[in-house]
């Protein structure tokens, strides 16, 4: 069983930035893989980025890249979102989530466990 508490959302306006933080608990963080959704209001879920355990592999949406990174830190068992030069339609409920093994899928389904969502609103 895996634990995930995220936090760092909140109200920033367009061009700004935030950091989200995804703070496991339960079994060693290393040997899973780690990433974000986020979900709009009226919209399925969708990918943001992830991590594979070794932190050598990422993946992003194209709505994102070049503007957000995932990041880890092994250490401390979390896992961070760089949020930069954010948008209106960046605004959503953000997910942290976890699966085994190293494949960087965008697919929900193949998620094994997800945080309680934190709140970013960017106003324009």
């Known amino acids: 069983q895996v634990q995930l508490v995220e936090s760092g959302g909140g109200l920033v306006q367009a061009g700004g930035s935030l950091r989200l933080s995804c703070a496991a608990s339960?079994?060693?963080?290393?040997?899973?893989?780690m990433g974000w959704f986020r979900q709009a209001p009226g919209k399925e879920r969708e990918f943001v980025g992830a991590?594979?355990?070794?932190?050598?592999?990422?993946k992003y949406a194209d709505s994102v890249k070049g503007r957000f990174t995932v990041s880890r830190d092994n250490a401390k068992n979390t896992v961070y979102l760089q949020m930069n030069s954010l948008k209106p339609e960046d605004t959503a409920v953000y997910y942290c989530?976890?699966?085994?093994?190293?494949?960087?899928?965008?697919?929900?389904?193949?998620?094994?466990?997800w945080g309680q969502g934190t709140q970013v609103t960017v106003s324009s």
């Open positions: 989530a976890v699966r085994w093994g190293s494949v960087l899928s965008n697919s929900v389904r193949d998620w094994n466990y």
């Open positions: 339960g079994r060693p963080f290393s040997t899973y893989t």
């Open positions: 991590r594979n355990w070794s932190g050598d592999n990422t």
